[in-house]
């Protein structure tokens, strides 16, 4: 199994970036997906979820109307579009899935600073 994240970097504020993580290994289309985000000295929080099919999200209140979760089962990917973004969006942001949520990706460095 595995997860592999992109698009992450340095951005400033009010800037977007888009996070990829591509999923191999099972069965992508059968669960549902989910982003985290760690920043330095906080702990891991979930940012948005998006089940198997794609036809529900949640998000973190603070990235409500900011970030979109979505995928495409074609490609076994699932995307963060992030815009608006703020200094305290900085984090490593992390994919993660699998039936028990237990699979997990190395994670992406997303800065946004002026």
């Known amino acids: 199994v595995q997860l592999v994240e992109s698009g992450g970097g340095l951005v400033q504020p009010g800037g977007s970036l888009r996070l990829s993580c591509a999923a191999s290994?099972?069965?992508?289309?059968?669960?549902?997906m989910r982003w985290y985000r760690q920043a330095p000295g906080k702990e891991r929080e979930l940012v948005a979820g998006?089940?198997?099919?794609?036809?529900?999200?949640v998000y973190l209140d603070s990235v409500k109307g900011r970030f979109t979760i979505s995928r495409d089962n074609a490609k076994n990917t699932v995307y963060l579009q992030m815009n608006s973004l703020k200094p305290e969006d900085t984090a490593v942001y992390y994919c993660?899935?699998?039936?028990?949520?237990?699979?997990w990706g190395q994670g992406t460095q997303v800065t946004v600073s002026s």
């Open positions: 993660n899935g699998g039936r028990r949520y237990d699979y």
């Open positions: 290994g099972f069965t992508f289309s059968s669960y549902g």
């Open positions: 998006i089940t198997s099919t794609g036809g529900s999200a």
